[in-house]
């Protein structure tokens, strides 16, 4: 079993920052991959980013390539989304989540290849 929580997020102003971390603890040495997917408000839930867990190699959804960075620290078992020039867009309960079984990232963006997912942590942006 892994156990992944989420934190930080809140309100920001559109043009800002916001960061949100995600602690995985159990299991851990069993993660392959680990992932950012966001749901808006009356919308189906997203893709944003995924990392490889052990070379840190990573994969965007279009929408947010070069504004969105995910990073893990393996040491800390945490992996960070940096979130720059936000977006009124990038309103949503934002969720991580983690693969033990998907040991490549060709197949990141699908739900499907996460069995772990946290509570998810919502993230408002003002205009």
């Known amino acids: 079993q892994v156990q992944l929580v989420e934190s930080g997020g809140g309100l920001a102003q559109a043009g800002g920052s916001s960061r949100l971390s995600c602690a995985a603890s159990?299991?851990?040495?069993?993660?392959?991959?680990m992932g950012w997917f966001r749901q808006a408000p009356g919308k189906e839930r997203e893709f944003v980013a995924a990392v490889s867990w052990s070379a840190g190699t990573t994969r965007y959804a279009d929408s947010v390539k070069g504004r969105l960075t995910i990073s893990r620290d393996s040491g800390n078992n945490t992996v960070i989304l940096q979130m720059d020039r936000l977006t009124p867009e990038d309103t949503a309960v934002y969720y991580c989540?983690?693969?033990?079984?998907?040991?490549?990232?060709?197949?990141?963006?699908?739900?499907?290849?996460?069995?772990?997912w946290g509570q998810g942590t919502q993230v408002t942006v003002s205009s």
């Open positions: 159990g299991r851990t040495f069993s993660i392959y991959i």
């Open positions: 989540a983690a693969s033990t079984f998907r040991p490549r990232l060709g197949v990141a963006g699908r739900e499907t290849s996460y069995e772990y």
